[in-house]
């Protein structure tokens, strides 16, 4: 039985600490008691201190990105090694803007991956289509050469350890949703190629999150689809009461 997993993905929002603080003291009470499903909460770097708060409560901070390297002349870029200082668990990678507006390749994401692993954070890793690649039947191929090569070299064990966010980026911050079927047939098809190169085990095990316009009416359907396990959220995800409205539909859809 796979757990299911909800994060809040604040993106370039929310980055005042007090600001993230002021969101995080509502979510922190309403969940308290939510144990069969794990959350997370990505806000801005210039917030994860704020979310301090969060340790010993059983809401998990995770970063927005990080870079392959633990040090050096990188400028503004962030290494691994800072976020485990700061006790961050989890870490998007290869989120559709990353790719799009700042040209992440997936070469690049497999090795930002493989360094989460090595350091011991749990990457959340997305992949997705764009609408014109769906409209022309590509969706399975445009998720098989993202899966090759974004994972390319993970054993079972890194494969296990990581969290692939199905995100078609045509619902990403625009209100379309894609149908509980559509993200269900996509998320179906991800283990069947986690079944090929890996086994059994490891194709019912992966958590695969769904993302894109997620919200409290429509998260309950998608979440009781069979192969989806939790979300990715992104604008439902900055104020406390949408979320939490969220995380319950998780709950409730076991
Ligand atoms: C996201 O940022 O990953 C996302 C899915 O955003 P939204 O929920 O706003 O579509």
Redesign the pocket.
Known sequence: MRKKII?G?W?MNRGAPQDAKDMLEKLIPLVKDIDNVDIVIAPPFTSLTAANILLNTNIKIGAQNMYFEDKGAFTGEISPKFLKALNIEYV?LG???RRNIFNETDDLINKKLKKALQEGLNPIV?IGEHLEEREAGKTKDIIKTQMDKTFFGLNKKQMLDTVI?Y?PIW????GKTATPEQADEVHEYIRKLLNGKYDAETANSVRIQY????KPDNALELFQKENIDG???????LEAESLYAIIKAAVKSK
Do not use: Y
């Not at 619902?171 to 625009?174: L, R």
């Open positions: 994060g993905n993106k998007i989120h559709s803007e997305c966010a995100e619902a990403i911050g625009t993302g894109g316009s997620i979300g990715l959220v992104g604008g439902a995800s």
